[in-house]
């Protein structure tokens, strides 16, 4: 476990698969707890050349249910299955999807009830603060899947659209990751955040920089990359920050 607050880059990839980037995949370490974010294809091998160790990790919070935020969650579980995992695991996701990803497991013979551990499924709320040993985390829903609420899942089963972005505090360092969003619009509760850990597929990075400014973001780790993505080089609209663009296995420290 880290002696500092550190954010690992699992998966810097989007929904584009790119041979050299996992999708979508973070580990907040604290000395008192260790947080995965996103379970993206990918993630767990990223997990394993990062040196991380199954035991270690006591929450995963998925952002919303798209594949690349979600389809490597079962093949992780089954690791910490065959690890032997035995401390209780919390997974948080999007409540309209809690009761459907225990019947996609089921689905792959992953029955959780009867791993040597208990896992806990928990529906996220917006702006309820999930209980994480030392760290602050507030989910904020936002508008990244908007346009297909209301499309059936099932037979009388409608979609909420679901999706969340986090607003984190440790100690006295405050941080946020986006998630993918809908529009800039979703991140205004990042004014004041140190690092913004920002998804670069769903926004113009010229806007990008010129809110971070006005949110006084002091700097951008840009996630989410897909094939022939351009940074944007020296072209930063006036942020004054650090611009930082992400890669599997880079570790950011949070209290610099
Ligand atoms: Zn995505």
Same mark, same amino acid.
């Given at each position: 476990?880290?002696?500092?607050?550190?954010?690992?880059?699992?998966?810097?990839?989007?929904?584009?698969?790119?041979?050299?980037?996992?999708?979508?995949?973070?580990?907040?370490?604290?000395?008192?707890?260790?947080?995965?974010?996103?379970?993206?294809?990918?993630?767990?091998?990223?997990?394993?050349?990062?040196?991380?160790?199954?035991?270690?990790?006591?929450?995963?919070?998925?952002?919303?249910?798209?594949?690349?935020?979600?389809?490597?969650?079962?093949?992780?579980?089954?690791?910490?299955?065959?690890?032997?995992?035995?401390?209780?695991?919390?997974?948080?996701?999007?409540?309209?999807?809690?009761?459907?990803?225990?019947?996609?497991?089921?689905?792959?013979?992953?029955?959780?009830?009867?791993?040597?551990?208990?896992?806990?499924?928990?529906?996220?709320?917006?702006?309820?603060?999930?209980?994480?040993?030392?760290?602050?985390?507030?989910?904020?829903?936002?508008?990244?899947?908007?346009?297909?609420?209301?499309?059936?899942?099932?037979?009388?089963?409608?979609?909420?659209?679901?999706?969340?972005?986090?607003?984190?505090?440790?100690?006295?360092?405050?941080? *946020?990751? +986006?998630?993918? !969003?809908?529009? &800039?619009?979703? #991140?205004?509760? /990042?004014? $004041?955040?140190?690092?913004?850990?920002?998804?670069?597929?769903?926004?113009?990075?010229?806007?990008?920089?010129?809110? *971070?400014? +006005?949110?006084? !973001?002091?700097? &951008?780790?840009? #996630?989410?990359? /897909?094939? $022939?993505?351009?940074?944007?080089?020296?072209?930063?609209?006036?942020?004054?920050?650090?611009?930082?663009?992400?890669?599997?296995?880079?570790?950011?420290?949070?209290?610099?």
């Amino acid at each position: 476990m880290s002696r500092t607050a550190t954010w690992t880059i699992l998966g810097s990839g989007g929904g584009e698969a790119a041979p050299d980037r996992a999708s979508s995949g973070h580990l907040l370490e604290t000395p008192e707890t260790s947080i995965l974010f996103d379970c993206g294809d990918g993630v767990t091998g990223s997990f394993l050349r990062s040196g991380k160790r199954y035991e270690e990790v006591d929450t995963i919070i998925v952002s919303h249910t798209h594949p690349d935020h979600i389809c490597g969650l079962s093949f992780f579980l089954q690791q910490l299955y065959l690890a032997r995992r035995l401390r209780e695991l919390a997974v948080y996701l999007p409540a309209e999807a809690v009761a459907g990803v225990r019947s996609a497991l089921a689905l792959q013979y992953l029955f959780v009830e009867r791993f040597g551990f208990p896992v806990r499924f928990i529906g996220l709320k917006d702006n309820q603060s999930i209980p994480c040993n030392g760290a602050s985390i507030i989910p904020h829903l936002n508008t990244h899947l908007t346009a297909h609420r209301g499309q059936p899942w099932a037979a009388g089963v409608e979609n909420t659209g679901e999706s969340y972005s986090f607003e984190m505090v440790y100690r006295t360092l405050r941080f *946020a990751y +986006s998630g993918d !969003i809908g529009s &800039l619009d979703d #991140l205004e509760f /990042c004014a $004041g955040c140190r690092s913004l850990f920002v998804e670069s597929t769903h926004i113009r990075l010229p806007e990008l920089y010129a809110r *971070a400014e +006005s949110w006084r !973001i002091r700097r &951008l780790v840009l #996630l989410h990359i /897909c094939p $022939g993505f351009d940074t944007g080089g020296e072209v930063t609209g006036g942020f004054s920050g650090e611009v930082l663009p992400a890669e599997d296995g880079l570790v950011v420290p949070l209290d610099r």
